[in-house]
């Protein structure tokens, strides 16, 4: 079973920084989702990726395959990113391919 | 009405009840999924189904029983629940199994309260 490590845990910063959520696997994947949970419990997917860097709005989101890493990156923060973002992967094949997920990191902008 | 759907929204039940979860996805997809989100732990996959067949159980217990009548709905029927089985229940859609490309669509979730 892959295992899904995600850090921080809880991150708090000021509007306007730079932040970064790293997303560790133990075993190899067909993809890596990068999700957003607000509170309520919706969940949002913003990234799908198996290689490479992706990149939507102020949203950038890189994979290591080699390394079984990534990184989630949001620009130019605001208090309206304030969210659980979740990293996911989906198996490597063979079975369903329902994910296994990370804790998350629950993020808080702060104006 | 798009994307996927969830009702109820929030459900108390005793447990003794018996009650359903419904899900409707209007995308189009061929795979269908149950997940649990229980205070404090990552969500965990319950069941998998992928054009109205079970392709995967994930060791939940039997007072959970899923229905996949057909590619657009899903159920989660509930019965003799515990109390630690309160959770955000999430339904979620995907175009099909075994992809690289498999992204997944998530309902609103459906927050359940047994007591």
């Known amino acids: 079973k892959n295992e899904v490590e995600q850090s921080p845990q809880n991150l708090t910063a000021q509007e306007g920084e730079f932040i970064t959520i790293n997303c560790s696997y133990s075993v190899g994947i067909s993809a890596l989702h990068w999700l957003q949970q607000h509170p309520g419990g919706g969940i949002v997917s913003l990234f799908m990726l198996s290689s490479g860097k992706k990149k939507h709005g102020r949203l950038i989101a890189t994979i290591n395959i080699q390394e079984k890493h990534s990184s989630l990156h949001i620009t130019a923060s605001h208090p309206r990113d304030s969210a659980v973002y979740i990293c996911?992967?989906?198996?490597?094949?063979?079975?369903?391919?329902?994910?296994?997920f990370g804790k998350g990191t629950h993020l808080i902008i702060q104006p | 009405e798009t994307g996927v759907t969830q009702t109820p929204r929030h459900l108390v039940m005793g447990m003794t009840n018996k009650k359903s979860l419904k899900c409707e996805q209007h995308l189009g997809h061929n795979a269908m999924y149950w997940y649990k989100q229980s205070a404090k732990k990552p969500l965990e996959l319950m069941f998998v189904?992928?054009?109205?067949?079970?392709?995967e159980n994930n060791s939940v217990p039997s007072r959970f029983s899923p229905e996949c009548p057909n590619s657009s709905h899903l159920f989660l029927h509930l019965h003799t629940l515990q109390p630690e089985d309160s959770a955000l229940y999430l339904c979620a859609s995907s175009q099909r199994l075994l992809s690289s490309y498999n992204e997944q669509f998530f309902g609103p979730g459906t927050r359940l309260t047994v007591l």
């Open positions: 189904y992928s054009l109205e067949e079970r392709v």
């Open positions: 996911a992967v989906s198996g490597a094949g063979g079975g369903a391919d329902g994910l296994t």
